[in-house]
């Protein structure tokens, strides 16, 4: 198991990350959000702001901490923390991070880096919520930013490292006392819609980091709030990925694996008559 916490310094607007893998076998007595990097709890790391006397960060983004406490401290993220920070990392609005994802270079020619679509995005209303029980995620349509076309989906699936995370998430969209005003997480495109993956979201007194909850919090509300993806479109999504991975890569580090997938993807483009594609994606192997 892997566990990942995407940073901003501020003042220079770049972003880095932390992580950190443990056997699978430990997951069930030890909790992602209650395990230790870098002497803290992975925890606070992901709801905190840290600062560091004895920080390194590497090419692709990654941060390194000393395990010494006193070098390091982490403190609670502030409600207005986020307000600090600009574009690209913060959007006014999913409007406008359509329009940059739209204009920065495609993935293949990016350089590798884990939080690359790490994004901060305001939310002004919940316009719906529900469970998936067949996908096991949760997924909600929220108003993000001025505009015409200002839905932003959030999808989150469950996770057997943070069980209470899509609970946390269902209740922070569902309170009025103290909504949430702002949402942080991954954007990728799902059957053409823009889709964020919530890591952390913001209310207006405190940050909530959404894979730290250990705790039962609420029961999930059953509804479908998405479309049932085709098949058609995960297939070509499955080749968009695999030549993005080979562009990345590189041939030699990856022949007999690439090899394997893109047999799989031939076979079954060609069951769904993709015939052109198929034969395209089996010249690989």
């Avoid at 359509?98 to 939310?123: G, H, K, S, T, W």
Wanted: aromatic share 6%; proline share 7%.
């Amino acid at each position: 198991m892997v566990y990942a916490s995407g940073l901003t310094d501020p003042d220079t607007g770049s972003i880095l990350h932390l992580s950190r893998s443990w056997p699978r076998s430990e997951q069930e007595n030890s909790p992602a959000a209650t395990r230790r990097l870098f002497s803290f709890q992975a925890g606070a790391l992901a709801g905190g702001q840290i600062v560091s006397q004895a920080a390194k960060r590497s090419a692709d983004g990654e941060l390194l901490l000393a395990t010494r406490n006193r070098l390091s401290s982490v403190v609670p993220l502030s409600p207005d923390a986020w307000q600090m920070l600009s574009a690209p990392l913060r959007q006014p609005g999913i409007v406008a991070l359509r329009e940059y994802l739209r204009q920065r270079p495609p993935a293949c020619i990016r350089p590798l880096n884990q939080v690359d679509n790490l994004f901060i995005l305001p939310v002004a209303e919940c316009i719906s919520l529900g469970w998936d029980s067949s996908r096991q995620t949760l997924d909600a349509q929220v108003i993000s930013g001025e505009g015409e076309d200002n839905l932003l989906t959030l999808s989150l699936p469950a996770s057997a490292s943070a069980p209470y995370a899509v609970e946390r998430m269902a209740a922070l969209l569902q309170q009025t006392e103290d909504p949430v005003c702002l949402v942080s997480g991954f954007v990728s495109f799902v059957e053409g819609q823009l889709t964020l993956e919530p890591q952390v979201m913001m209310t207006k007194t405190r940050a909530w980091a959404l894979d730290a909850e250990t705790a039962p919090v609420a029961p999930l509300p059953s509804a479908s709030v998405l479309p049932v993806p085709s098949t058609a479109h995960q297939l070509l999504i499955r080749c968009q990925a695999l030549l993005i991975q080979l562009l990345h890569n590189g041939w030699r580090y990856q022949e007999q694996s690439a090899i394997g997938q893109a047999e799989l993807l031939a076979n079954d483009l060609t069951a769904v008559g993709f015939l052109s594609a198929g034969t395209c994606v089996g010249t690989i192997s």
